[in-house]
């Protein structure tokens, strides 16, 4: 059974920094693309960022470039969402998921964790 269970949202100020996990059992992830997704009030969700688990790759939103960093532990099967220089406009629910390298689909989600910036 293929778990994602993200951790390390919460309530943080402007300019403050937040890094959260999600840890994927059940599951090898060579193969696999891991996402970060994230939706704020009344927002359609969106994709912030993703990384390719055997090369390390990354790609990410113009909006978060520059100040969130998504990196894994591989022995770990952890995926991080590192965020800097938080602001307001990143106040969303945030999801991992992963989906085949081959496959655009991302089939497993998380169940989301909370991030509240306050200005």
């Known amino acids: 059974q293929v778990q994602l269970v993200e951790s390390g949202g919460g309530l943080v100020q402007a300019g403050a920094s937040l890094r959260l996990s999600c840890a994927v059992s059940?599951?090898?992830?060579?193969?696999?693309?891991m996402g970060w997704f994230r939706q704020a009030p009344e927002k359609k969700r969106e994709i912030v960022g993703a990384?390719?688990?055997?090369?390390?790759?990354?790609s990410y939103i113009n909006s978060v470039k520059g100040r969130f960093t998504i990196s894994r532990d591989i022995a770990k099967n952890t995926v991080y969402l590192q965020m800097n220089s938080l602001k307001p406009e990143d106040t969303a629910v945030y999801y991992c998921?992963?989906?085949?390298?081959?496959?655009?689909?991302?089939?497993?989600w998380g169940q989301g964790t909370q991030v509240t910036v306050s200005s």
């Open positions: 990384i390719n688990w055997s090369s390390g790759g990354t």
């Open positions: 998921a992963s989906r085949l390298l081959t496959d655009s689909r991302y089939d497993y």
């Open positions: 059940g599951r090898t992830l060579s193969d696999y693309v």
